[in-house]
Structures are given as structure tokens and as C-alpha cells.
């Protein structure tokens, strides 16, 4: 698949009429913290909460209007349906979104509201795709991808001529993949405007089969896709996509959904900024390779593109919590003691010591391996971080050495 240059600049003078450009904002908290200048790109911000609404907008405005007649169809887990839907609300097209199901519900009732039909079809997006390829053959309508399409990826790729406008000496933008429409859009603008910037991209470690190709220089596929981050959750690999990839990618890598949680909630705290998993992996990306090479960035200018704000709210509570136990400022602690009076107060006054606060107490006398005359306490503690952390297991293993995180 190849695209012509002129095809992103002529999507970036179509789109430059319909969505205005998202900001690029500094962030001084995590610049300090990492020694370099940090800028959000905050694609979470345009309307949709997401920059699919890009390449779907391009893709629909450049259909005939006999396409536009018969109405699009479209396959997504969530935040593509919602790019087609408005774009279609704001061309005057019919818009039918398969998605699979168990989508957030957030997703599919935003989708519904933008005035576009949504069925439920499959556990997977692969089984979305085979339903909506059934649907087509008995109702012809216009199909957007939401990444494989010549006019989708021009589309995504107007925010690297956003970025050149807004800071054109950036060192390096950090990205996440999914199925890659945005990092190969991003990456052609780039090379086609000969700038120097460096692109890394990444994926969730539960799904990581682009990463795992563009590695290992052929493509790989995997049996599941295991991750929160439902933005970036395909397993599946185009070989087209795969080889523009390769032509504009410098490196990827994969990143766990312990760090993708602690990475939203760093956006939260640091930048008042809420991002889905796949919004925040280039913060989780980049605080990865900077632990590896804090030199590689020293005084930088760094991008981090956050494609996408569309969090499920009932997962947020524990999305939080894992991030709070990844930046140990939570943890839980076992500690197995002999069954009789003043132990357990032994054991808070040494909490208490330390500065740390109680937020829950089991006391399991049934554990098998406690025995007759012993109890498994569990403490989940409130912590400062990893040194307070450090401090705490310390004084605690004076007195109780069999004390274990769990």
C-alpha cells in the first residue's frame, strides 16, 4: 500500500476546515522529573475523545454520493465507532457499527448518541469483522477500517503537520500501536517533511504482535489479546500495515498493564489529564527507556501523543489501584504471627512509626499454614513511595522476618 504525499496534505487541508488543531502543552512536573521537556499532545481533546475521528472524517468526506447514499459500515471496539459516527452525523450519512461484544458500555451508548445503529457481534474483533463482511454481501454500504485504508491513515497522520506546526525541532514523539493507522500516518508525514524527529511506538505486553514483527523483522501473529487497553487490543497483523511500519518506525517496544495503569495515573496527578490505557502507554513507554538511558534524553524535546481519553469509568477504580500499587504507594503485606494478645498492637504501633496509614486489616486465622495456635494478618497499607516502602518492610522484618509483600 502506498500513499502519496499529496494525499496528507490535501487531508490536512480538508480537516483543517472541520477539526481544529488539538493543543500541545507543556508539562514542568514530569519534565523536572525526568530532566528533559515533556509535551502532551492531547488527541483526548477533540470531540469524540479520540484522534480516530481524523482519518474516518477524511475517509467519509471523500466518498461519492452514492457511497454516502448507501451509508458506511464500520468495525471498532469503541473509539473508531465513535470517529465514524460523528463524521458520518456530519456529512448526513448512515453509519451501522459493528463492535464486539462486551465494548464499554461508555463507548457503545457515546456511539448510539452520535446517531449511528451499533450491533453487538462476536467475543472478538476478528469475529466483528467476519459478521460485518457477512452483513455487506446482503447490504451494500461504503466500509471506513479503522486503520488499513489509504484515506484513514492520511487522515491520522494530520497530527505530525499539527506537531511541525506547533514545535517543528521536537526530538523524538512517542506513540502508542494498535493497528497502526496512527503511528504510519505520523511517520509518513514526518519523513515526507524531512523532519529529524525520531518515532517510538509501543504496545500493551498482553498484545503485542506488531511490536513482536517489527522486531523480529517478520510478522507474527498470537493467539490472544490480553489487555485493558481496548484501543490497542488487535492481534491481529496486516502485512501492509506491517510494512509501512517498518519504513518509519526507529523503534517499539511493549509495555505491561501494571505500567499502563500507573502511567494514567500519572496523567491524572501530574497533568490533570485523563487517558485511556492506550492514551497513556507513551508516558509508560517513555519512563521504561528513560529508567534504561536517562542520558539518550537529557534536555530533549519529547512528544507524547495522547491518542485517546475514553476510559471506562467502572474500570477506573481498579485501574487506579493498580497504578497506585506499581508507584508503591499501596501495598499489602501478610504476616504470619502466633495467635495472643498484644502482637497485633505491636505490629500498628510499628506502622505507626513509620508514618504509613492503615486502610484495611484481615486477621485469617483459617490459613493453612498458619496452624493451631498461629493467624495470617494482612495489612493494605497507604505508603509515600518505594523508600518509604523500603523503610516500612525494614523495621517491620526486625521483629517479623517472615513479612512478605502479596
Known amino acids: 500500500m502506498n500513499i502519496d504525499f499529496k ?16 493543543p500541545l502543552i507543556y508539562n514542568e512536573w514530569l519534565s523536572k522529573q525526568y530532566g528533559c521537556e515533556i509535551f502532551l499532545k492531547l488527541e483526548n481533546m477533540l470531540p469524540i475523545g479520540s484522534f480516530k475521528m481524523r482519518g474516518a472524517t477524511y475517509k467519509i468526506s471523500s466518498l461519492s454520493a452514492k457511497e454516502k447514499k448507501q451509508g458506511v459500515l464500520a468495525v471498532s471496539a469503541g473509539n473508531h465507532a465513535q470517529g465514524v459516527a460523528w463524521a ?3 456529512f448526513g450519512v448512515k453509519a451501522t457499527i459493528i463492535m464486539p461484544e462486551g465494548s464499554p458500555l ?3 451508548r457515546n456511539t448510539e448518541t452520535l446517531g449511528a445503529k451499533v450491533i453487538l457481534a462476536g467475543a472478538s474483533i476478528e469475529d466483528s469483522f467476519a459478521y460485518a463482511q457477512e452483513l455487506m454481501k446482503k447490504t451494500p454500504m461504503a466500509f471506513v477500517h479503522p486503520y488499513q485504508d489509504p484515506k484513514v491513515i492520511a487522515g491520522q497522520g494530520t497530527v505530525a503537520f499539527e506537531l511541525l506546526e ?14 497502526g493507522g496512527l503511528v504510519s500516518g505520523m511517520g509518513q508525514v514526518l519523513k515526507g517533511s524531512k523532519a529529524k524527529t525520531k518515532v517510538i511506538a509501543g504496545q500493551a505486553t498482553g498484545c503485542s504482535a506488531m511490536v513482536d514483527s517489527l522486531n523480529s523483522g517478520k510478522i507474527k501473529q ?31 517496544y511493549s509495555v505491561d498493564d501494571e505500567k499502563l495503569a500507573w502511567a494514567i495515573l500519572q496523567l491524572m496527578e501530574k497533568a490533570r489529564v485523563i487517558a485511556e490505557g492506550a492514551g497513556a502507554l507513551p508516558l509508560a513507554l517513555f519512563d521504561q527507556l528513560h529508567k534504561k538511558d536517562p542520558k539518550k534524553f537529557k534536555n530533549k524535546k519529547v512528544v507524547l501523543v495522547i491518542c485517546g ?9 481498579r485501574i487506579i489501584d493498580r497504578g497506585l500499587i506499581e508507584s508503591n504507594r499501596k501495598v499489602r503485606i501478610a504476616i504470619p504471627i502466633a495467635d495472643r494478645p498484644g502482637l497485633l498492637h505491636q505490629l500498628t504501633g510499628i506502622i505507626k512509626n513509620v508514618g504509613a496509614n492503615v486502610l484495611q486489616v484481615v486477621h485469617d486465622r483459617d490459613s493453612v499454614n498458619t496452624g493451631i495456635s498461629g493467624t495470617n494478618v494482612i495489612f493494605t497499607l497507604e505508603t509515600k513511595g518505594k523508600e518509604h516502602l523500603d523503610q516500612l518492610l525494614k523495621e517491620m522484618k526486625k521483629d517479623f522476618p517472615q513479612c512478605q509483600i502479596v
Open 309 to 317: 481519553g475514553n476510559i471506562d469509568v467502572n474500570l477506573l477504580e
Open 7 to 22: 494525499e496528507f496534505k490535501e487531508a490536512y487541508k480538508v480537516l483543517g476546515k472541520i477539526i481544529h488543531p488539538t
Open 222 to 252: 498470537i493467539e490472544k489479546a490480553e489487555t485493558f487497553a481496548d484501543g490497542i487490543r488487535v492481534k491481529n497483523v496486516s502485512p501492509e500495515m506491517f510494512g509501512l511500519l517498518k519504513k518509519v518506525v526507529d523503534s517499539t
Open 106 to 108: 461508555t463507548k457503545i
Open 88 to 90: 458520518a452525523a456530519r
Open 166 to 179: 506547533q514545535m517543528p525541532d521536537m526530538d523524538y514523539i512517542f506513540s502508542s500501536i494498535g493497528g
